[in-house]
């Protein structure tokens, strides 16, 4: 760490790759002899086709991402597709949904204002802190598809095994544990996620679709941007993109390819969460709130069950450079996010300092 950074543990937006921060900066007042800043160039420029093709062609490549797949560089973040979800895929106007926490719910409850979302299965009543078993649900004949948030930000639960969708299509909303790991990208029929969270800066969100699912045949009245077909057909340039943020999403995606792609990225986040968890499992003040099957590697929520130490605990550790701790309120306590650009220091620093908070609030 340096230039006075903090170790920032926030849920997203969340803490970049420093090495990508200082890229950007030394890229500023003028991006690679043009002269101009990447935030003022045209879009419709040789120089930022450049950029986004090569963005896309890189996040291609680690992903893996099959020739029949398009991706698409979005606006209105992950919560935009809550609804262009079902106004393009509800061909027949039904939806399946596991609810295993709030943005989820969100996105059930937006799909019900374009067809019937049924609720399958949920983990709302332990408050949303384990995966429900997804082996044989109760999938309708007639869904489009179903519908999964595959790393649940706010309780810190993941889906380490995909439900089993008895042949419809599975949607996977990723934003928080997006190239995290390596994943399968054909058992999905989309794959989207915001980027603030594991990638880039707030206000996109790439969307990964099957390229049959991508049509004209949408719910009547879909707004001309929430067809993915116009978007897919002007390369995710029908108006003018988020250019700037595309640019640093690319940066990022180099970044990862650097640190040896996405199983070494799955190797460092693995090694990174046994430390916090580790931690906790045997500390006698704080505890992890997730049933340990299904804990993520990205967002680690924890408690004392003291209001009272947790604002202290919280208080002090910012005081120390550990920012953005505070958990969610819908779990309370603290939650540390630690993503992709969280270095191993940043969480063995932290685990130090809970340490020795432990010792001296006994
Ligand atoms: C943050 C988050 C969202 C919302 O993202 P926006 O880009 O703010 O719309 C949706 N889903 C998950 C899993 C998230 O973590």
């Known amino acids: 760490m340096s230039d006075g950074r903090i170790y920032n543990f926030s849920a997203g937006p969340a803490v970049l790759p420093e090495e990508v921060l200082r890229e950007a900066a030394a890229e500023m007042m003028n991006y690679r002899g043009c002269g101009m800043?990447?935030?003022?160039?045209?879009?419709?420029?040789?120089?930022?086709?450049?950029?986004?093709?090569?963005?896309?062609?890189?996040?291609?490549?680690?992903?893996?991402?099959?020739?029949?797949?398009?991706?698409?560089?979005?606006?209105?973040?992950?919560?935009?597709?809550?609804?262009?979800?079902?106004?393009?895929?509800?061909?027949?106007?039904?939806?399946?949904?596991?609810?295993?926490?709030?943005?989820?719910?969100?996105?059930y409850e937006e799909a019900q204002l374009y067809g019937k979302a049924n609720k399958i299965a949920s983990s709302e009543d332990k408050n949303f802190t384990y995966i429900p078993d997804c082996s044989d649900l109760p999938i309708s004949k007639d869904a489009d598809y179903v519908y999964i948030c595959e790393n649940n930000t706010i309780y810190g639960t993941k889906f380490w095994q995909l439900p089993n969708t008895k042949g419809k299509l599975l949607v996977s909303d990723v934003s928080s544990c997006f190239l995290s790991e390596p994943i399968d990208i054909e058992k999905y029929g989309v794959v989207?996620?915001?980027?603030?969270?594991?990638?880039?800066?707030?206000?996109?969100?790439?969307?990964?679709?099957?390229?049959?699912?991508?049509?004209?045949?949408?719910?009547?009245?879909?707004?001309?941007?929430?067809?993915?077909?116009?978007?897919?057909?002007?390369?995710?340039?029908?108006?003018?993109?988020?250019?700037?943020?595309?640019?640093?999403?690319?940066?990022?995606?180099?970044?990862?390819?650097?640190?040896?792609?996405?199983?070494?990225?799955?190797?460092?986040?693995?090694?990174?969460?046994?430390?916090?968890?580790?931690?906790?499992?045997?500390?006698?003040l704080f505890r992890g709130t997730v049933v340990k099957k299904d804990r993520s590697l990205m967002n680690v929520p924890f408690v004392i069950g003291d209001d009272t130490k947790e604002k202290k605990f919280i208080a002090e550790a910012k005081a120390a450079g550990f920012e953005n701790l505070k958990g969610h309120k819908s779990v309370g306590g603290m939650r540390a996010s630690i993503y992709n650009a969280m270095p191993i220091e940043g969480v063995k620093a932290l685990v130090e300092f809970m340490a020795k908070f432990e010792k001296e609030n006994k």
């Open 192 to 284: 989207y996620g915001g980027v603030q969270k594991n990638i880039g800066p707030a206000g996109m969100v790439i969307s990964i679709i099957r390229e049959d699912l991508i049509s004209d045949e949408v719910f009547p009245g879909t707004p001309t941007m929430l067809k993915w077909k116009t978007q897919a057909d002007e390369r995710s340039m029908y108006n003018t993109p988020n250019c700037y943020c595309i640019y640093i999403c690319g940066k990022v995606f180099k970044w990862i390819k650097n640190m040896g792609g996405l199983e070494a990225m799955k190797a460092h986040n693995e090694k990174k969460a046994k430390i916090l968890y580790d931690y906790l499992d045997e500390s006698k």
């Open 37 to 107: 800043s990447v935030m003022e160039m045209s879009h419709r420029s040789k120089m930022f086709d450049d950029i986004i093709n090569e963005t896309e062609q890189d996040l291609r490549e680690l992903l893996k991402v099959p020739a029949n797949y398009k991706i698409l560089f979005l606006q209105g973040g992950a919560t935009q597709q809550f609804a262009a979800v079902p106004m393009n895929l509800m061909k027949k106007g039904v939806a399946d949904y596991i609810i295993t926490g709030r943005w989820a719910k969100k996105a």
